[in-house]
């Protein structure tokens, strides 16, 4: 079938199999491109199909020889209609490690679930042993808690007042102002259920308890601190708190491996065009104006650039790993440089619908977008027929 991207809000209803694979193989090249890292070599990825996850998958895959099992919770493709792009981004990624010799399975279901926890378990048990790193990178909106049953709803709210400022329509390039209504306690204690550490927390003590964990395994989870800019919608909003609680899980987790020499850590990683970020007002803005200061510096990373230099640069140099006072490894660092984030507020400052076409890269906010859905590729040919229903190899 001919597949077109078809746009709804901050989100694509179509994926493009051809270009998700070709996304995924520049990643895979960059990796490439660089020494092999004295990484790990048998990793669980957990949310491994996009973003921040698939990265981490393909880092640790192609630049360090690992073994990866990755979880994510994706649609498949149905005869005439596509899947998500975490689908075609993992296939992608299954017939690359397969074609250099890597071990690579997957299993698609709810990562906040104890019968996913026990499959992904069983799975380890049966052909890794044990496991040397876990990367924590879910990114979903909602969680059906797995003692409970309460099904709990994440929300992008500021909390103690409504909050006022510009953002823009990607699509359309219009920049206009956004309020938003502050949180209740329910909107808070929902965020932080589906976005804090506990769920990370359940799958460390159902991993250490089966024996899974080797011994000095390493897990890290993924946060954003941002700009002042942002902050009342986002690190001082619900979000916020859910990032607080995820960073104070890292201690908890950490103690709780002690035994095992194991430690646990989040990771803050810059602003980036993903599903997750488009989705929250001002970010959008903000990015495509970062993104126009920091390539003219010559210090802009895409998710492939950022996690590649986590590995490498921070917990796979040797030594300690270096962390800020609060014991976060800081990935955002040049995202966080004064010189960037002066240019970036006084452009704010001045940003319009129309001044932001010179102001900010907007064209290249809109153009990592679809990609993300496998669109806009040069090497890709659209007009031609697609392979819609294709299959994972290696899917358990």
């Not at 694509?12 to 895979?28: D, F, K, R, S």
């Not at 014991?327 to 660092?333: E, K, L, M, Q």
Request: charge should be negative.
């Amino acid at each position: 079938m001919i597949i077109e991207p078809r746009m709804r809000g901050f989100i694509c209803l179509t994926a493009h199999p051809t270009g998700c694979e070709q996304n995924v193989l520049n990643q895979i090249e960059y990796v490439r491109s660089k020494n092999k890292n004295a990484g790990p070599k048998r990793v669980l990825v957990i949310g491994a199909s996009t973003g921040f996850g698939l990265a981490s998958r393909i880092t640790a895959a192609f630049g360090s020889d690992a073994s990866t099992i990755g979880v994510f919770f994706e649609k498949p493709p149905a005869e005439g209609k596509t899947a998500t792009p975490g689908w075609y981004n993992t296939v992608a990624f299954h017939k690359f490690a397969n074609e250099q010799g890597l071990y690579a399975k997957s299993i698609n279901g709810d990562a906040f679930s104890t019968e996913i926890k026990q499959k992904t378990i069983d799975l380890i048990k049966a052909d890794l042993g044990q496991i040397d790193l876990v990367i924590y990178s879910l990114a979903s909106p909602v969680r059906t808690h797995p003692v409970t049953g309460v099904l709990h709803r994440s929300s992008l709210k500021p909390i103690g007042g409504t909050f006022s400022n510009k953002t823009v329509d990607f699509h359309t390039g219009v920049v206009s102002t956004v309020s938003i209504e502050p949180a209740n306690d329910d909107d808070i204690s929902n965020t932080v259920a589906v976005m804090g550490g506990e769920d990370w927390m359940m799958w460390m003590e159902a991993m250490k308890e089966a024996g899974v964990l080797a011994q000095n395994a390493t897990t890290v989870a993924y946060s954003y601190i941002g700009p002042a800019l942002t902050e009342a919608v986002y690190r001082k909003g619900t979000i916020g708190r859910a990032k607080d609680h995820l960073e104070a899980t890292a201690f908890t987790i950490t103690d709780y491996l002690k035994d095992l020499g194991g430690k646990a850590y989040v990771s803050v990683n810059k602003a980036l065009v993903t599903q997750a970020s488009s989705a929250i007002p001002v970010i959008p803005l903000y990015i495509s104006l970062l993104y126009k200061t920091m390539k003219e510096k010559g210090i802009h990373e895409g998710c492939i650039e950022q996690i590649e230099r986590l590995f490498s640069e921070r917990l796979y140099k040797g030594g300690d790993v270096p962390t800020d006072d609060k014991g976060r490894i800081r990935i955002d660092d040049w995202e966080m440089r004064d010189d960037v984030q002066e240019i970036v507020a006084a452009l704010w400052v001045d940003a319009t619908t129309e001044t932001l076409p010179s102001l900010g890269d907007l064209a290249g906010y809109k153009s990592e977008f679809t990609n993300l859905f496998g669109f806009g590729f040069p090497q890709v040919d659209y007009a031609a027929d697609a392979k819609e229903n294709v299959e994972i190899d290696g899917l358990v």
